[in-house]
């Protein structure tokens, strides 16, 4: 069955390091891949989307990549800053039916 | 404004009961979702639509039902068959292979 794996432990950095978090899924190639951030207590927020033919997708602080290969994405914030400090998602439609199959999340505390 | 709409935002119910949570969108979006999510784990998918007067079942659809009367509503009902209803519930709506946009959630604590 497919399986998507994030960072189990969360992720704390000081404030202007880069955080670099890692999406890692099992079996099928997605035809894209998406990240999102979640606040406590909140619905998940849409970030960046990369398809299976982007390596590389950028958004102000934010870059995502995405390995086929390997079966993995990477997701950095840049320059990152306390209001950074949330949990992030990835997010797969395995079988391009609209479905999507989320990961755990990684938490990102960034510390002023 | 527009965007995804979920009330309650807190709800409190007593074992053996059903009880319906409410999704409105004024997105324009054909596809709608239902997910649940529990604590340290990702969101699992309920139940999805991607048409009015249609729906499928996601991962976890036993003890829960949906309708799709209307594209701007796609209300989820709990029943007493649901084992564990006690999670936070988030709607989302989106045009199919592109970003989901979610609503605020609706956390249920049954006892």
């Known amino acids: 069955s497919q399986k998507i794996e994030q960072n189990s432990e969360a992720l704390n950095i000081q404030e202007g390091k880069t955080a670099t978090l890692t999406c890692n899924y099992t079996?099928?190639?997605?035809?894209?891949l998406q990240w999102y951030r979640q606040d406590p207590g909140r619905g998940p927020v849409f970030l960046l989307l990369i398809r299976e033919n982007e390596k590389e997708k950028r958004k102000e602080r934010l870059k995502v990549t995405f390995d086929t290969t390997l079966k993995q994405s990477l997701f950095h914030i840049t320059a990152s800053q306390p209001a950074d400090s949330a949990t992030y998602l990835c997010a797969l439609d395995f079988n391009n039916d609209y479905k999507l199959s989320f990961g755990a999340g990684t938490t990102v505390t960034v510390r002023a | 404004d527009g965007g995804i709409t979920q009330s309650p935002k807190y709800l409190f119910r007593k074992e053996g009961q059903n009880v319906t949570l409410s999704c409105e969108q004024n997105l324009n979006h054909d596809a709608m979702y239902w997910y649940r999510q529990d604590p340290g784990q990702g969101l699992r998918l309920i139940y999805y639509s991607q048409i009015v007067n249609d729906f499928q079942k996601g991962d976890i659809a036993e003890g829960y039902s949906v309708s799709r009367e209307k594209k701007e509503s796609f209300p989820l009902t709990v029943t007493s068959a649901q084992k564990n209803p006690t999670a936070f519930y988030l709607c989302a709506s989106g045009t199919g292979l592109n970003e989901q946009y979610f609503g605020p959630g609706t956390r249920l604590t049954v006892t």
């Open positions: 079996n099928y190639s997605p035809a894209y």
